[in-house]
């Protein structure tokens, strides 16, 4: 009598789309993110209140020095007690310390002091949350599915764009400083429990060291500078974001102030940028992987920087809101692309340095272009500037176009 082997069906990969543990984590994300923007709007109206313009401004920009000078601090600490640990504990303390704020305010009303103090300390817990909630993905999902995770991300950060302000604002009309730093901290409070639901599997490879603090920090530096396809795609992502921040942000505004756009104008250029994102975000969640995509996101960002020479001389609205839409998907499919590769090709024992310096590039160094990219237009003319701007761009996307191990590598299936 004959028997038949039976080869046992192997499980198929959920989709990140569909997997709940996902969804919960994205949940998580979404509720931080736009807990962020309420914040912002919260501190900004605060300190207009009770301050000049100039001071307004510095306690804004207070909270953005320690989350830069300990971004770095930040990875280490992830990669030592794990991201879940360090991202749970931060986001309980930036809940705690919001909702902290609003019932100081409740009692004794908005000073300087206390919103720089705030800012000071927000600042330095948000340097332990970015990093530890990067590294997350490849503990949530599987590795054929980080490209999907973050296009998923991407979507998260323009539903936050597009509702944070408006719920910020609603808050502060039904109840002032009071009401939106509450609704923040409330909102960081829904993320951490969101959080705690979510399962996350232990890497292989993801030993501590017993080293010092300092030397886990100069280990992960030079495995940056040493990795074959870090190394290039670091570069690519400084370069890249050091030109094009300041143009889409503070360059944007300028320009629609001297072409006589309005603020209605420059309105349907960020909304058309934001879908432009939005788009590329969804179609990398919805394909899970892009092929070629060292290649593609290389090129994706060099069609950006020509698309944002485009706005600078484009002679109608219409036109520059097409080009903000042709720009947000060409920089969106690159950044996410970017994300996934740095969490793909990075060993588990370094995911939160590795995300530290990605992010210590594109939310701490890259803004410092703004009072430059205003002054050079102040100088030039906005012309000059955003070609000079996009040649910068440009530069990044030569560099990994020039590295052969980059433009070969590949996401996961």
Do not use: K
């Not at 530096?221 to 300041?246: C, D, Q, T």
């Amino acid at each position: 009598m004959s028997t038949t082997a039976v080869i046992p069906a192997v499980p198929l990969e959920r989709p990140a789309h569909r997997d709940g543990n996902v969804l919960r984590w994205l949940a998580a994300y979404t509720a931080s993110m736009v807990g962020d923007s309420v914040y912002y709007l919260a501190l900004s109206w605060a300190a207009a209140r009770v301050g000049s313009p100039a001071q307004a401004g510095l306690v804004l920009a207070v909270g953005s020095v320690p989350r830069a000078l300990l971004m770095l601090g930040g990875g280490v600490f992830a990669d030592r007690f794990g991201p879940r640990r360090v991202v749970i504990g931060s986001d309980a303390a930036r809940s705690v310390i919001i909702l902290g704020m609003a019932a100081c305010l409740l009692f004794t009303g908005p000073a300087l002091g206390l919103l720089i103090a705030t800012a000071l300390v927000f600042g330095v817990v948000d340097a332990l949350f970015l990093p530890a909630v990067g590294a997350l993905p490849p503990r949530i999902t599987t590795e054929g599915q980080l490209g999907r995770v973050q296009g998923l991300r991407g979507l998260a950060a323009r539903i936050a764009n597009v509702t944070g302000a408006p719920i910020g604002g609603l808050a502060v009309a039904l109840g002032g400083s009071v009401a939106a730093f509450t609704a923040a901290g409330a909102l960081f409070a829904v993320s951490l429990a969101l959080l705690l639901t979510v399962r996350m599997s232990p890497l292989a490879g993801g030993a501590r060291s017993e080293s010092t603090a300092w030397r886990r920090l100069a280990d992960g530096l030079r495995y940056i500078r040493s990795h074959r396809v870090l190394a290039p795609l670091m570069v690519v992502l400084a370069v890249g974001e050091l030109g094009f921040v300041g143009p889409m942000n503070i360059g944007l505004t300028l320009l629609a102030q001297q072409r006589g756009w309005g603020a209605a104008g420059m309105g349907w250029i960020v909304a058309a940028f934001g879908t432009g994102a939005g788009a590329a975000s969804l179609l990398l969640a919805v394909r899970g992987r892009i092929p070629r995509a060292g290649l593609v996101q290389s090129c994706a960002l060099l069609g950006g920087a020509a698309s944002a020479v485009g706005l600078a001389f484009a002679p109608s609205v219409v036109l520059a809101a097409a080009a903000g839409a042709l720009i947000g998907a060409l920089a969106g499919l690159s950044g996410a692309i970017c994300g996934a590769l740095l969490q793909t090709v990075t060993a588990p024992a370094y995911l939160g340095r590795v995300t530290s310096v990605a992010t210590l590039f594109s939310l701490g160094i890259a803004p410092l272009s703004y009072p430059v990219t205003g002054a050079a237009i102040g100088a030039w003319g906005t012309g000059p500037v955003f070609v000079a701007s996009a040649a910068v761009c440009a530069t990044g996307a030569l560099t990994g176009l020039a590295s052969r191990v980059l433009r070969r590598v590949e996401l996961p299936h």
